[in-house]
């Protein structure tokens, strides 16, 4: 089956760091993605991961461990506009399959 | 800097219409994709096409259907609208093209059926 999981809710205040985590269980990998959602708006992609390791690109860097079927976003110095749902996605083999997602509030 | 279109951000419809949904993408990408977004659901796949006239379903293609007759347009076909069809419903597409791949989004069509 294809299982992909993620918290549904996380809290923070202006200028911490928070980490977003993603498990997931596919019958194939070709890659993982990140993507931000603003409420009523499209999601934007923010990081893409194939090998293991920390991929780095910017604000939005994300880890990926494919022997555990893991990864994570790391939010650092965040800002009120980081507020927005953080949607995990697979690649399994040419079709994404999406998390629900994690809806981030920040609070000054 | 325009690369996914959708034809209408917000449509109503009335039960049993037909209803076409237009996605476009300015990126000559093989891969298009059909969502829908609801609440609680996440993201779920209706259809995809890897290719012109070249269609898949995807996990929940049920009273959906979809035509891909030129490369940069896809379009969503729901022959008989129903209430529950009520939702988000965004296009992507992709191309395989190595380790850069990503995903673009259309803004979306916020579609109500009553």
């Known amino acids: 089956g294809q299982n992909i999981d993620q918290p549904t809710e996380m809290t923070a205040t202006e200028g911490a760091i928070v980490q977003i985590n993603c498990t997931y269980q596919t019958s194939g990998f070709n890659g993982l993605f990140w993507y931000q959602q603003h409420a009523g708006e499209a999601p934007t992609f923010l990081s893409y991961n194939v090998l293991d390791g920390l991929e780095e690109k910017g604000r939005f860097s994300s880890f990926l461990s494919r022997s555990k079927g893991y990864s994570y976003l790391p939010l650092k110095e965040l800002q009120m506009k980081d507020s927005a749902s953080y949607l995990c996605?697979?690649?399994?083999?040419?079709?994404?399959?999406f998390g629900t997602g994690t809806r981030l509030q920040v609070f000054p | 800097d325009v690369k996914v279109t959708q034809s209408s951000r917000y449509l109503v419809k009335r039960t049993g219409e037909k209803v076409f949904l237009e996605c476009v993408q300015d990126m000559d990408h093989e891969n298009m994709f059909w969502y829908r977004q609801d609440p609680g659901l996440g993201l779920r796949l209706i259809y995809f096409?890897?290719?012109?006239?070249?269609?898949e379903k995807g996990d929940i293609p049920e009273g959906y259907s979809v035509s891909r007759e030129k490369k940069e347009r896809f379009s969503l076909i729901l022959e008989s609208a129903s209430t529950n069809q009520t939702s988000m419903y965004l296009c992507?597409?992709?191309?395989?093209?190595?380790?850069?791949?990503?995903?673009?989004f259309g803004p979306g069509t916020r579609l109500t059926v009553l």
């Open positions: 996605a697979v690649r399994s083999p040419n079709k994404l399959i």
């Open positions: 992507a597409s992709f191309t395989l093209a190595g380790d850069t791949d990503t995903q673009y």
């Open positions: 096409s890897y290719d012109v006239k070249m269609k």
